[in-house]
């Protein structure tokens, strides 16, 4: 069946208004991403789950978008565009409102999952709407960085916007909130959209299940791995070694199918060509270093007692260094920069902003004092973002660029994980190490723990306490100030462990001269829907 010759959306609409639509249909499915990590405690107590269990919903959800985009491809074309929304906008809203509705965490899994293949389904419409509209090398560019900046800035804008929700509400008001959220975007679409089709009708046929399963799988079983293996001490829990074995085991099959099926899944023809497999490497310590970000979060909220409002509102200022290096690297790239440079840029941006965090860190601060470092991540994220994914798919043949796209969600999934997995092992190993290493050379008969104990007990009597009361309460005022103190030392410590790690990234950058031999193609591919 031949693509329609209407024009995608109707004569009347201008551009301003195409735009916008596409933006409020995209923003629902982006903050959906977040949703697990607006406030880790709400989601926990609401649900009566553990904050690692929260964690695990998120995981489930980008395992679904990771594993789903190959064959959601295939329903795309054969379906009419706007059926297709409209099927994958029931799907996001009936999933939301049984998150909103469930207590149950199992189920709140299966629909998590559901909800990350249908935010495929709605996304792949977006950005082919977005790029079908983009004909020159400089627009593609343009369209790349616009839509990597919005993921970029999720997280920040998402905790913007939730904050004040959940200052009053419940955590599963966000799942309503969200249903609600779909609800001028589907319209805008439904009424300016041209019933047309996007793509050249093709019958589904031979959709390979098998592999979606076993890779959906996979995933799956290697995030539960890594976030809950330094809780249950890897692999001394039988849970940990059954899922990393089976993880193992199913990836090792996948691979294998791939390479004796007449249409593979993914195509394993990508690692062949080594940019590419540098690009990926670099994704995936991208996506691992980005993690270090929730910490200034926690930071905010536990050493210096910011509530979430304040935290959404300081997390702007990496908002606007996202967006000015997000222009500067497009414009960069459309200059034929070299990519060394640029990647180098980048990633000193962080290493800057690693640095100066940690000789920032203390008990006490002034939050104003934090707007340049967060401005300085930003940068350093947005200047490295496109330019490192646009490099990736540019390294392998036309014929493999969507296969390239979906590997690099693969890396960024796992880069992702292994933040969790390092931050577990910093906060849970590292803490109680520092914790116990104070209260070794902390006793009852130190000079300095009695001063402390007496300094809370004479600020607590003069408020009325009696001296008893104020003791004892002077006492677990002492307790968590040592707990403050031995968190603080192990953000330091894993800020500590990522400046190493990009001190090793750029040189090695630094020491690849085959980088700017590849020759940046942005005609023949598009973002992977999948892309977060």
Excluded at 96 to 117: D, E, K, S
Excluded at 143 to 151: D, E, Q, R, T
Excluded at 168 to 174: G, I
Aim: with cysteine; aromatic share 14%; hydrophobic share 50%.
């Amino acid at each position: 069946m031949a693509i329609s010759t209407l024009p995608v959306f109707k004569s009347w609409v201008p551009e301003w208004l195409t735009g916008t639509t596409i933006f409020l249909v995209l923003l629902p499915g982006l903050l959906l991403f977040g949703l697990s990590t607006a406030s880790v405690p709400g989601a926990a107590g609401y649900y009566g789950i553990e904050p690692a269990d929260v964690q695990y919903s998120m995981i489930v959800f980008y395992a679904a978008v990771a594993s789903f985009f190959a064959l959601e491809r295939r329903f795309f074309v054969f379906t009419a565009t706007r059926e297709y929304y409209i099927l994958s906008l029931i799907i996001q809203m009936v999933t939301a409102y049984v998150c909103f509705h469930t207590h149950n965490f199992y189920v709140l899994l299966i629909f998590r999952f559901l909800q990350g293949m249908s935010n495929c389904q709605s996304t792949s419409i977006c950005i082919t709407l977005i790029f079908s509209r983009l004909h020159n090398e400089r627009a593609r560019e343009i369209g790349y960085s616009i839509f990597y900046c919005l993921l970029l800035c999720i997280t920040p804008v998402s905790a913007l916007i939730t904050a004040p929700i959940l200052d009053v509400y419940d955590f599963n008001t966000l799942y309503k909130f969200l249903v609600y959220a779909y609800v001028p975007g589907a319209v805008l679409l439904l009424i300016v959209m041209n019933n047309v089709r996007l793509n050249r009708k093709m019958p589904l046929y031979q959709l390979d299940w098998a592999s979606f399963m076993i890779y959906a799988t996979a995933l799956c079983l290697l995030g539960y791995v890594l976030v809950y293996g330094q809780q249950y001490y890897w692999l001394e829990d039988r849970r940990i070694a059954f899922s990393l074995s089976a993880s193992v085991v199913l990836i090792l099959l996948h691979l294998f199918r791939q390479q004796h099926l007449r249409r593979p899944y993914l195509s394993i023809e990508v690692f062949r060509h080594r940019n590419f497999n540098l690009g990926v490497f670099l994704i995936f310590i991208l996506y691992m270093v980005r993690g270090a970000l929730g910490l200034v979060s926690v930071y905010f909220a536990t050493v210096l007692g910011m509530d979430p409002i304040h935290v959404a509102y300081i997390l702007l200022a990496n908002v606007a260094g996202i967006m000015i290096s997000v222009l500067v690297s497009s414009r960069l790239v459309l200059m034929k920069r070299p990519m060394r440079l640029i990647w180098m840029y980048g990633f000193l941006l962080l290493l800057v902003f690693h640095v100066w965090m940690w000789f920032l860190f203390s008990s006490q601060g002034d939050p104003s004092t934090f707007v340049l470092p967060l401005m300085i991540q930003g940068a350093g994220a947005g200047m490295l973002m496109t330019p490192i994914i646009i490099f990736t798919i540019s390294s392998v043949p036309a014929n493999l660029g969507s296969t390239a796209s979906a590997t690099g969600v693969f890396f960024r999934f796992t880069g992702f994980c292994s933040s969790i997995a390092f931050i577990n092992y910093f906060q849970l190993h590292h803490k109680n190490a520092h914790y116990n290493r104070f209260q070794e050379h902390l006793s009852v008969l130190s000079t300095a723990v009695t001063d402390r104990i007496a300094l809370y007990t004479s600020s607590l009597t003069g408020k009325g306490l009696a001296p008893d009361q104020a003791a004892k309460i002077a006492r677990g005022l002492f307790n968590r100030s040592v707990d403050t103190q031995a968190q603080l030392r192990a953000i330091m410590d894993y800020y500590t462990f990522i400046s190493v790690v990009l001190v090793l990234v750029v040189l090695v950058i630094a020491l690849f001269p085959k980088v700017n031999r590849t020759i940046i193609n942005l005609k023949s591919n598009q973002p992977a829907p999948a892309s977060y």
